[in-house]
């Protein structure tokens, strides 16, 4: 049965008062908050003005505000100073960000990166097109039969040369949990390597505690955490950010202008040029404001649960096979006699949203299956309904099987 706790947090969430989707699709993007959107409204009717350049009420007002919510960000992920948090686009960006930068300031030709064979194209297809320019070897952590990084060959494929170690703290393809605590604290026998971890599956699902994970660079987009989309988060260690470069230049990121000479700003500044998106900040910080007032480890609690019926209720259905593993949110399966396509189409005339294909995870996916998967992910706003419903619609799909 649905939580109390559970309706309580999905009347949070305006979509459902509009729509009669399934929705089973949060790990491409989660619903935003009733305090988010009121956030972004609030801004755009009351609040609006730049930030860090003008010096009238608004926009000091809101220097301040937006620098408090950067604390706040810092605070929530265990950070100790609010340098630590730099604002991006997205995950995209801010994986981009990290790659380029330490191309140019830290990795030298011959150079090894270790990428997980699972990453999301975000890490996978920058990593490879860096390791192209740059001239540095790309190696990859093979997989277990759990669906996580194997350890004992992370291990044995560090060499004098690994400068970078890139993975993500839970895969988009298969929603299983890596032994990313592990990981680090092998990788950090090394003090040349720097780990990278994608955290965009993670950081709604998961405690993170970068001073607890010393993970040199962490990153999400806020949209994944109940917030809006067009802001991503970059977290690290001062010591590795400030090996980054400027991604962008412009307004903000500068100090000293002359025709010629440019002193640049401090961190994190100089790697945020350009107006920023205010408003999709304030909606982060008030998302955040209502993760605090409700009982999140509840409510991760029924998720687990949910997740725990789902997976036993697909699994008693015989042209279904479930990559299990460890999962949080998310899990995939394929369905033998029917391609993933078809699949896709019966289910959305079903009004099911999930996710079918390669999730942006091409060569795993391809490796796991070559017609792709089928991923559905919940939340904890999801009800046991919805889960019932997926699973007879997943049923009545025999009749078109080969
Ligand atoms: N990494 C992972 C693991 C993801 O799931 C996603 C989103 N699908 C991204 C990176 C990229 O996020 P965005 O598209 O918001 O930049």
Redesign the pocket.
């Known amino acids: 049965q649905t939580s109390q706790l559970a309706l309580d947090f999905r009347r949070n969430f305006p979509y459902f008062n509009n729509s009669d989707v399934c929705y089973l699709d949060n ?2 993007t989660t619903h935003i908050c009733q305090p988010a959107l009121n956030a972004i409204n609030h801004y755009y009717q009351f609040e609006h003005a730049t930030v860090h350049r003008s010096n009238h009420t608004s926009a000091t007002h809101n220097t301040n505000k937006f620098e408090q919510c950067r604390m706040q960000v810092a605070q929530h992920f265990g950070l100790a100073d609010k340098k630590q948090v730099i604002w991006t686009k ?3 960006e801010a994986a981009n960000i990290i790659a380029k930068g330490l191309c140019q300031n830290y990795l030298d030709e011959g150079d090894e990166v270790l990428l997980s064979e699972a990453e ?1 194209h ?2 996978h297809v920058t990593w490879v097109e860096m390791a192209k320019q740059y001239k540095l070897k790309l190696v990859f952590i093979p997989y277990n039969e759990n669906l996580q990084i194997d350890l004992v060959a992370l291990q044995n494929l560090i060499s004098a040369k690994t400068k970078v170690i890139a993975i ?1 703290h839970v895969s ?1 393809a298969t929603g299983v949990i890596q032994p990313i605590e592990q990981a680090i604290k092998i990788s950090k026998q090394f003090q040349h390597i720097k780990v990278v971890v ?1 955290g ?2 993670a950081v709604n699902h998961l405690t993170v505690d970068m001073a607890e994970l010393n993970a040199d660079f962490y990153f999400f ?1 806020a ?1 994944k955490m109940y917030s809006g989309t067009g802001l ?1 988060v970059l977290l690290g260690q001062l010591n590795s950010l400030t090996l980054l470069s400027a991604p962008l230049y412009g307004g903000e990121m500068v100090r000293k202008v002359d025709y010629s000479n440019i002193e640049y700003n401090q961190l994190p500044f100089y790697l945020e040029a350009g107006t920023p998106n205010i408003a999709a900040v304030h909606a982060f910080s008030a998302t955040l404001n209502f993760l605090s007032s409700v009982d999140t480890a509840a409510l991760h609690q029924y998720q687990h649960q949910l997740m725990c019926y789902l997976k036993a209720q697909l699994q008693t259905i015989p042209f279904v096979q479930l990559l299990n593993g460890d999962q949080v949110s998310a899990t995939s399966f394929v369905i033998s006699g029917l391609h993933t396509a078809d699949a896709a189409e019966l289910l959305s005339q079903m009004k099911i949203a999930i996710r079918t294909g390669f999730h ?1 995870a091409m060569p795993f996916v391809t490796k796991l299956a070559n017609q792709g998967t089928l991923r559905v992910s919940i939340a904890p706003y999801n009800t046991v309904e919805e889960i019932d419903y997926f699973v007879q619609s997943i049923q009545k799909l025999e009749t078109f099987l080969d």
């Open positions: 790990a491409a997205g995950a995209t999301h975000a890490h993500s988009n994608d965009s599956q987009s949209h991503g942006c």
